[in-house]
């Protein structure tokens, strides 16, 4: 039973150390605070964010409501990414929300909404 636990204990570790590593391959990596809520709020940032010129990985944790965006420099830098973030319909540190998009949000997403397990 020992045992056990200790490789589950083990894989968590391991799984949160990957995580980590992850954006440690990339020269230019960005963390914008967000008004994110929920899985769906998650979904919808991470993959609108992926189809953003100059966006080569983005990963948004809802602990903390920070996404981290690894991008090519070449293409894009932190201001338009900010502002990508906005027309979504989220809060992208002091730069507030487009207010016709946070609109088109599901009522479960907006900044009002209570957060929620989705």
Request: glycine share 4%; with cysteine; aromatic share 6%.
């Amino acid at each position: 039973m020992k045992k056990i636990i200790g490789f589950v204990v083990l894989g968590f570790l391991m799984s949160f150390g990957a995580k980590a590593q992850n954006f440690a391959n990339y020269d230019n990596v960005v963390s914008i605070k967000t008004s994110a809520i929920c899985k769906m709020c998650k979904d919808r940032i991470e993959r609108d964010l992926s189809l953003t010129k100059g966006v080569e990985k983005a990963e948004l944790n809802l602990d903390d409501k920070v996404v981290t965006v690894a991008y090519n420099a070449k293409k894009t830098d932190a201001a338009k990414i900010k502002t990508a973030i906005t027309k979504i319909g989220y809060d992208a540190d002091e730069v507030v929300a487009d207010q016709k998009a946070h609109d088109r949000l599901p009522d479960c997403c907006q900044k009002t909404a209570k957060p929620h397990d989705d």
